[in-house]
C-alpha cells in the first residue's frame, strides 16, 4: 500500500508552476494510479484464487464427510436388513398361521423407513420377471414345464435393499426361480424315436 506521505502531493503554487511541472506531476499521479490499478489486480487475481481453493476444499470436506457416515453407518444397515428380513418371515408365519400379524408388520414398515432415512431403499421383483444375477440370489428352484418361464421369478422369499444414490446392491432380492424341465411323457418319447 502506499503509504500517507507518498499519497499527498506537496501544495501547488500556481504562478510557479509551469507546463513541465504540470506535465511531470501528472506523470507521477498517472504513474501511481497505474500501481494502484496493478495492485487491484493482483489482489483480485489472489481472492479468486482463494475462493477456488476454499470452493475445492469444501467440496473435498462434504465427500469426505459422506463417505466416513457411510462407512458408520454400514453395519447398522446391515444389521437394520437381517432385522427386517427376520421381522418378514415371523409375520409370513403367523400370516400362514391364521394369526394376526398387524402388530409386527408395523415394526417392519419402521424399519424400513429407518433404511430409507439411510439412504437405502428395498426393492422386489414380480412372478416372471427374468434373473438378473446383479440383483437376485436364487433361494430354490421349482420345475416348470413351460419353457417361457424358465429363469424367471417363481416366489419372492426377502426383498432386495440397494443404496438410493449408488444404485450399489446391498442385500439381492432372494428368490424362487422356475427351471424349465420338460413333462416326463416328452423326454420318454424322444428317448424312444430313433435317431
Request: include cysteine.
Amino acid at each position: 500500500m502506499l503509504s500517507e506521505e507518498s499519497n499527498t502531493l506537496p501544495p501547488v503554487d500556481s504562478d510557479a508552476l509551469t507546463r513541465q511541472d504540470a506535465a511531470q506531476r501528472f506523470g507521477e499521479l498517472a504513474g501511481r494510479l497505474d500501481r494502484v490499478t496493478e495492485q487491484l489486480a493482483d489482489f483480485h487475481r489472489r481472492s479468486a484464487h482463494r475462493e477456488s481453493v476454499i470452493d475445492q476444499l469444501h467440496a473435498e470436506n462434504r465427500q469426505l464427510q459422506s463417505g466416513l457416515g457411510k462407512a458408520i453407518l454400514d453395519p447398522v444397515v446391515g444389521d437394520l436388513i437381517r432385522l427386517y428380513d427376520q421381522i418378514d418371515r415371523e409375520v409370513r408365519r403367523l400370516k400362514a398361521a391364521g394369526e394376526d400379524e398387524r402388530l409386527l408388520w408395523s415394526f417392519a414398515d419402521d424399519v424400513a423407513m429407518i433404511l430409507d432415512r439411510c439412504g437405502v431403499e428395498s426393492y422386489s421383483a414380480e412372478p416372471g420377471d427374468p434373473f438378473d444375477r446383479e440383483r437376485h440370489r436364487p433361494v430354490g428352484v421349482l420345475a416348470s414345464p413351460d419353457e417361457s418361464r424358465n429363469n424367471t421369478v417363481a416366489e419372492v422369499t426377502a426383498l432386495g435393499f440397494a443404496d438410493r444414490e449408488s444404485g450399489r446392491v446391498r442385500r439381492p432380492l432372494h428368490a424362487q426361480f422356475y427351471q424349465y424341465a420338460p413333462p416326463p411323457d416328452a423326454a420318454q418319447g424322444d428317448a424312444a424315436q430313433p435317431q
